[in-house]
């Protein structure tokens, strides 16, 4: 089975010069836990800002998320992996990484995001389909 | 084998179960054509999902009528055939879907999702048939039905999304966007009765014990 099935394609950007509150915003409103920043000026550079960066990053610290930007706080560069590659090989870059989600891009273009829950969603289903695919 | 072991020594409990394998495997084989029919946008190879809906049908009735003529111990009759039903909903449901596709015009917004759920769709449908086959073996179907709950919760996010997607749409009259919310609403209300339908599955087995 491939990536593709278990993976997210639904990705919401934010701009890194907006405020951390903007993104706690969008993320309360969508439902979601990370967001992927655009640089102005970098089109092709992009960064990820997740619900863990927030907290640990700012509310935690008592910083006003109103006043920091968004480009402070997230991570860069993304993890990426091509999509060709198997759900074991995944597993072992997000371990190797330690990061809980990891985005599916080719070329330059992100197109989705496999999170802990959708690998662990997808293990299940393997081991419930048996031989089947075989 | 525990239900082969039990109760299909008789020719017509061996009918009826190769049936219902038929039926499910026919219902897989409608999910395939709508999924191929959607992402090709080939209209005949949607009226294909009619034609095999009526082959269901058949099949339904068959299974039923050998049911009714005293095939199995009769305490298991009523919740095979509700199971029987059940998938046929699920034949109903596609089919009416795919009525709603040739009426509609599927907008390019809300097409890949579409496409998505299709997919899982017959993903679904062929964790059904694995259920049922394990059942047949008398395995327990814990990780089975989990995995169609997985699948089914996956459908219901897709769903929320294009629900908010959709509201961004413009309609020229009520009825094209009526047509266009039954699509949406039939292709993501079949992972709930094949959830029932595994749910029947798990009594039938619980009650074999």
Redesign the interface.
């Known amino acids: 089975m491939k990536l593709e099935?278990f993976m997210?394609?639904?990705i919401e950007f934010i701009d890194g010069d907006g405020s951390v509150y903007d993104a706690i915003e969008k993320m309360v409103d969508r439902r979601i836990r990370s967001l992927v920043v655009r640089f102005p000026g970098k089109e092709t550079e992009h960064g990820v800002i997740t619900a863990r960066d927030i907290v640990f990053r700012a509310l935690a610290k008592e910083i006003n998320p109103k006043s920091i930007k968004i480009s402070e706080i997230a991570s860069k560069p993304l993890f990426c992996v091509d999509s060709s590659m198997t759900l074991d090989e995944v597993t072992r870059v997000m371990e190797e990484h330690n990061v809980a989600r990891i985005f599916v891009c080719e070329r330059e273009n992100i197109i989705g995001v496999i999170s802990l829950l959708d690998l662990m969603?997808a293990t299940?289903?393997i081991?419930?389909?048996?031989d089947?695919d075989t | 084998m525990i239900l082969e072991k039990i109760l299909s020594k008789g020719k017509k409990e061996r009918g009826v179960i190769e049936n219902i394998r038929r039926h499910i495997k026919l219902l897989c084989t409608a999910f395939e054509t709508f999924k191929s029919a959607l992402e090709t946008n080939n209209r005949n190879l949607m009226r294909n999902v009619v034609d095999l809906e009526r082959e269901g049908d058949s099949i339904r009735r068959e299974i039923i009528s050998s049911i009714y003529e005293g095939a199995f111990l009769p305490y298991l009759r009523p919740d095979l055939c509700k199971f029987v039903e059940i998938v046929d909903d699920v034949f109903d449901l596609v089919k009416d879907t795919a009525s709603h596709y040739l009426d509609a015009e599927i907008p390019d917004q809300i097409k890949g999702e579409c496409v998505k759920v299709a997919l899982l769709n017959v993903r679904i449908c062929e964790m059904l048939l694995i259920t049922f086959e394990a059942m047949l073996e008398g395995k327990d179907l814990r990780e089975k039905t989990l995995a169609i709950r997985i699948y089914e919760k996956r459908i219901d996010d897709i769903k929320f999304s294009l629900i908010k997607e959709a509201r961004e749409i413009p309609t020229r009259n009520f009825w094209e966007g009526k047509i266009l919310s039954d699509f949406m609403s039939g292709l993501t209300m079949i992972s709930d009765i094949i959830e029932d339908a595994s749910d029947y599955l798990q009594m039938i087995n619980v009650s074999m014990r």
Request: aromatic share 8%.
């Open positions: 099935e997210t394609t639904k969603a299940l289903i081991r419930a389909r048996g089947y």
